[in-house]
């Protein structure tokens, strides 16, 4: 049975029951799943028999004789649970097949007979649903088209759209799998929501707030403008340390070409040996700007062969004069 025949036919049973004020009860299953056909009867039993019908046929599935239940059809083994002396049933792994009308046929102590009967509808999954965003061609009354689809064409199936903004809730926006909207002013969420009667399912889709072309160029340029501060600042800091780098040079002078200029030595005697030199800037002698004189002093010690001894008197200091040519 396709599904616009079965709920036809459903729809059919549920109308006969509201005239007559008897009839079936509907029972609503997802594929998959399980549904519960109870009855609440006070009475003891002593026997249940449980019908089926579906497409024009009716079968018996199962029944409850002498405290025991048998399952009589194939495609219920393993699938069909009881209690209640066998007047509720659980039917579990649901299939489209599934789908019909379940009359309980129950007897009581007295052998009196008491009728039951059980509409089940069961529904496909409900699959994801896909959103697709176009942008509006037209008059510019709408900037997007937002479609909402399942792989499925039951038309049990309904679209419904919901919206919120930032953290509020959800709030309904229009039925229909297709909408059309307006750039909003703060960012927004659209929910598509398809369900049918045993089960739903959805998906959302953010739209971003609605920005200018003024705003736009506001946006670039601070996302640009960190970088160049940070462009700026390396290039200052790279000529700060070059700068830096050349005034050194210019202080590191070179010299060679020591030229001495003996004076008179205070210890006539050759064999004394000086060392703990010093030297002391003088003033300039000479107005050459590449020559620079120093005093160098010398501290005679004692020398260490003991074959000569020096008078400690006699151990002086000497100053020599050192002309030294600077070259940059």
């Known amino acids: 049975?396709?599904?616009?025949?079965?709920?036809?036919?459903?729809?059919?049973?549920?109308?006969?029951?509201?005239?007559?004020?008897?009839?079936?009860?509907?029972?609503?299953?997802?594929?998959?799943?399980?549904?519960?056909?109870?009855?609440?009867?006070?009475?003891?039993?002593?026997?249940?028999?449980?019908?089926?019908?579906?497409?024009?046929?009716?079968?018996?599935?199962?029944?409850?004789?002498?405290?025991?239940?048998?399952?009589?059809?194939?495609?219920?083994?393993?699938?069909?649970?009881?209690?209640?002396?066998?007047?509720?049933?659980?039917?579990?792994?649901?299939?489209?097949?599934?789908?019909?009308?379940?009359?309980?046929?129950?007897?009581?102590?007295?052998?009196?007979?008491?009728?039951?009967?059980?509409?089940?509808?069961?529904?496909?999954?409900?699959?994801?649903?896909?959103?697709?965003?176009?942008?509006?061609?037209?008059?510019?009354?709408?900037?997007?088209?937002?479609?909402?689809?399942?792989?499925?064409?039951?038309?049990?199936?309904?679209?419904?759209?919901?919206?919120r903004d930032k953290n509020s809730e959800y709030h309904h926006y229009?039925?229909?799998?297709?909408?059309?909207?307006?750039?909003?002013?703060?960012?927004?969420?659209?929910?598509?929501?398809?369900?049918?009667?045993a089960q739903e399912n959805n998906s959302t889709v953010v739209i971003e707030r609605k920005v200018n072309a003024e705003n736009e160029r506001l946006q670039v340029a601070m996302m640009i403008a960190p970088g160049f501060a940070a462009l700026v600042l390396a290039a200052v800091v790279f000529l700060c340390v070059r700068m830096r780098r050349e005034n050194k040079k210019k202080e590191d002078i070179t010299y060679s070409d020591i030229q001495s200029f003996p004076q008179g030595r205070t210890n006539e005697k050759e064999d004394i040996t000086y060392s703990d030199i010093q030297a002391f800037p003088q003033k300039r002698t000479d107005e050459k700007e590449d020559i620079t004189y120093i005093a160098i002093q010398a501290f005679p010690q004692e020398r260490t062969d003991e074959n000569l001894m020096i008078p400690e008197p006699l151990l002086c200091p000497v100053k020599t004069y050192v002309e030294i040519k600077r070259y940059l």
Not at 78 to 93: A, D, K, Q, V, Y
Not at 131 to 150: A, F, M, N, P
Not at 175 to 196: A, D, K, R, W
């Open 1 to 163: 049975m396709k599904d616009i025949e079965r709920i036809f036919f459903l729809s059919l049973l549920l109308y006969i029951r509201v005239v007559t004020g008897n009839g079936p009860s509907p029972v609503i299953g997802c594929e998959y799943g399980s549904v519960l056909l109870p009855c609440s009867l006070s009475f003891p039993v002593i026997e249940a028999i449980w019908d089926f019908s579906f497409n024009g046929r009716s079968v018996k599935v199962a029944d409850f004789r002498n405290q025991k239940f048998s399952i009589i059809r194939k495609e219920f083994h393993s699938r069909m649970e009881w209690s209640h002396n066998g007047i509720t049933l659980t039917i579990t792994n649901l299939t489209m097949e599934d789908t019909g009308i379940y009359t309980a046929l129950i007897y009581d102590t007295e052998y009196t007979k008491h009728e039951i009967s059980h509409n089940l509808t069961v529904f496909n999954l409900v699959p994801k649903p896909e959103i697709k965003r176009e942008e509006c061609k037209g008059d510019g009354q709408c900037d997007y088209t937002l479609h909402c689809s399942v792989p499925s064409d039951s038309p049990a199936l309904s679209y419904s759209w919901k919206y």
């Open 174 to 197: 229009a039925h229909g799998s297709t909408i059309q909207i307006s750039s909003p002013n703060e960012t927004m969420t659209f929910l598509c929501l398809v369900q049918n009667p």
